[in-house]
């Protein structure tokens, strides 16, 4: 998905992270005031992002998320790399200032409690790791490069995740290379994830911003279709899948497939700014209320918009079709449970907020 951006909230940052030298008074006046700590206000529940790329700088404009129209265009002129209508809205998404947005973004996770799976190449991801390893974890593919250009070998891949710490395997992009996620050639990968019980990310439903015809011109909807996995899932029955996108907008497929097949889980990243917001919630509405509630999980596909999270977390907060506990489980706890990850503490479940 290309990169949108969204202007910071800078009301929300603390003054030690807005101004420098305010640290130090910060800490002097929590020695002066005896129980002054106890006075801050609590850290906001854990959140899990399952859906971040390890991107630096990208040369974008500002864009409004859930843009109302995807816009014709006509091949005899030059055409947008994306077809979403150009409108006012506030809060608008901007870009980062040149060199900051990997830092931006990380504030943000820490600002927000999130915790995320970032993907890319193994270089650029160890970046990130080494920015923030509490709160970043690693994942890769064979198609490393993103672009399908260049396939890891298995060997690589093995050393990646047994000794290189990677975690998830994604983002696996074989629909921008036409290919089905069921396609004999690339079954070696899955099966070395079933074997490493590593679970896999794979990119299904649309893609190309409303322009794939122009951007990716081997991408094919129809290999997004999610009842695609069904024969993969045959192949590999002890195989953990997240369906990027939630298969959008095969809504009928993904429940198929996902009443067939209980490991399989979905998350919402890009849907969930790039579309019309009255979609977007009809389309998670549908996934809640035909019963599979425990298996949407949270993701932003953040490529280069640093206050995207607060954004997004924002509209799974407002949804008023999702009850409290619904809303923590979309935001950390299915996640948690689909990568094996501790349960979040009882005092930071989201009752005391009401998210």
Known sequence: MPAWRLERRRAAVSPRVRHGGGLIASVLALVAVPGAAQNAPPAPPPVIDVHVHAMEDIPVGAICPNATRFLASDP?????????????CTP??????????????????????????????????AKWQASAPERII????????????RRLTETDLRRLFTSGGFKVMGEIGLQYEGLSPSDPSVDKYFALAEALDVPVAI???????????????????????PLLLEDLLAR?????VQV???????????????QANSHVYVDIAGLIWSYPLKEVNRYIQRLVEAGFGDRVMYGTDQLGWPGLMAYSIGIVQN????SPQQKRDILYNNAARFLRLPPAPAADTGARSGQ
């Open 138 to 149: 690693p994942g890769t593919s064979f198609t490393a490069d993103g672009a399908g250009q």
């Open 203 to 225: 990119h299904m439903g649309t893609g190309g911003s409303g322009r794939a015809n122009v951007t990716s011109p081997k991408f094919r909807g129809s290999m997004g279709d």
């Open 92 to 125: 608008r998404l901007l870009p980062a200032p040149a060199g900051e947005y990997r830092a931006r973004v990380i504030d943000e996770m820490k600002r927000l409690n999130v915790t995320a799976v970032v993907f890319g190449a193994p270089e650029a991801v």
């Open 244 to 258: 990027m996108h939630a298969g959008y907008p095969m809504i009928d497929n993904m429940l198929t497939l996902l």
């Open 76 to 88: 005899r002129e030059k055409e947008a790399p994306f077809g979403w209508s150009q409108e006012q």
């Open 236 to 240: 590999h029955p002890k195989l953990r």
């Open 319 to 322: 949804a008023d079709y999702l």
